[in-house]
């Protein structure tokens, strides 16, 4: 589900609307599942990656998009003064010149605890934890959003906004 409703529907022939949702009825059919089926993923996944519409006719994933042109109608939000970013070491050069970057994703994910941010980082290797100073950014007049599923989301952060501080023993 991740794949069609993020990056490739049309690997199932499915269409997004302009806002990331697909319609449950066609999602059911070319996915070959039953509604119930559906429900239970949304309800149970790990990290609540889906939403239905109010009336359970539509669906779309919270976050993680690489599809360009979706617009999930995020809110630019006060965030904690601080987040974190789990990525790993061999990474971390390129971080110091351009800051973290949203690569192939819509946006800069970042986490508010650690342990969450360790489980990112770890999908990759040795996770290290970049502490972000949020605050201090939306204040420069940053955006944040924060997606339904409570991940915080960002176009950029600067090197400057970024503490490497803890780990500079470990980077060469
Ligand atoms: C790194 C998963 C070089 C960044 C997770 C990361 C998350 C840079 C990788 C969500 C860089 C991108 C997102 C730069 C960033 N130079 N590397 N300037 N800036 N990077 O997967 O944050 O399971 O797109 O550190 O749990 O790892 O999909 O982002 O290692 O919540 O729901 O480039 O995806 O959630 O990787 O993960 P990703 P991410 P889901």
Redesign the pocket.
């Known amino acids: 589900m991740?794949l069609v409703l993020r990056h490739r529907p049309e690997k199932i022939g499915l269409k997004l609307d302009e806002n990331g949702w697909a319609d449950v009825q066609e999602l059911i059919s070319k996915m070959r599942i039953n509604f119930k089926e559906l429900e239970y993923v949304v309800e149970n996944n790990d990290?609540k990656?889906f939403s239905f519409n109010d009336d359970k006719t539509k669906i779309r994933a919270n976050q993680?998009h690489s599809l360009k042109n979706v617009d999930l109608e995020l809110k630019n939000i006060q965030p904690p003064n601080f987040l974190f970013?789990?990525?790993?070491g061999k990474?971390i050069s390129?971080?110091k010149d351009?800051?973290?970057?949203k690569?192939?994703?819509q946006h800069?994910?970042l986490s508010k605890d650690r342990e969450t941010a360790i489980?990112?980082g770890s999908?990759?290797g040795k996770a290290i934890i970049l502490s972000v100073r949020a605050g201090e950014m939306y204040k420069k007049g940053f955006e944040f959003y924060c997606s339904e599923n409570g991940?915080w989301l960002t176009d950029h952060v600067p090197s400057e906004y970024i503490d490497f501080r803890n780990f500079k023993n470990k980077i060469k």
Request: glycine share 12%.
């Open positions: 991740s990290k990656r993680g970013h789990g990525t790993v990474f390129a971080i351009t800051g973290l970057l690569m192939n994703r800069v994910h489980k990112v999908r990759r991940v």
